[in-house]
């Protein structure tokens, strides 16, 4: 089992150890879309959909969930994060959710991006679905990453 980071030598899921690395500046920007009808889109864009201010929800669902990380994703180590953004783009077909995370940390925020990106969407779907239960929720990205050992990465469609 050698070169998987998250098995021990028998083959046990395990945390992997960054105590020997440097803490860094990190950045990540995730994206995911969730597509509906142009009635719903229309709804959230224009304030009108009955449970609420679904944008809003929305972003503070994916803030929220960016800092619950760690409690949801087995192995993820917890990281004390400067900056959570999430940036909501409606179009006639949906929504685009993006966000962008940061620490000063010894490993990288990827999972933290692509967590608030997924939640925002599960928030959006929630709040709209009397709507539109047809909506569908995909694509969620990892689209760029910044800091750390590896350095900087972007998304080759991106």
């Known amino acids: 089992m050698t070169g ?4 021990d030598a028998g083959g046990a899921a395990r945390m992997v150890d960054v ?8 950045m990540a920007v995730a994206a995911g879309r969730i597509a509906m009808s142009a009635a719903a889109a229309a709804a959230i864009r224009d304030g009108a959909v009955p449970k609420g201010d679904v944008l809003a929800a929305a ?10 990380t760690a409690e949801l994703i087995p192995l993820c ?8 953004e999430i940036a909501l783009e ?3 077909g949906g929504v685009t959710a993006t966000a962008t995370a940061a ?15 997924s939640v925002a969407l599960l928030t959006i779907y929630d709040m709209a679905k009397a709507i539109d239960k047809a909506m569908v929720i ?8 910044t800091g750390g ?4 990465w972007h998304h080759p469609q991106s």
């Not at 998987?4 to 098995?7: A, E, K, P, Q, Y």
């Open 4 to 7: 998987l980071t998250h098995l």
């Open 19 to 26: 105590g020997g690395k440097a803490v860094t500046a990190r």
């Open 59 to 68: 972003r503070i669902a994916g803030i929220m969930a960016a800092k619950k």
């Open 77 to 84: 180590h917890p990281l004390p994060l400067t900056r959570v």
């Open 90 to 92: 409606v179009d006639d």
């Open 103 to 117: 620490t000063d940390a010894k490993t990288g925020v990827e999972m933290e991006a692509m967590t608030a990106a």
């Open 138 to 145: 995909g694509g969620v990205r990892l689209l760029s990453k």
């Open 149 to 152: 050992k590896s350095g900087d």
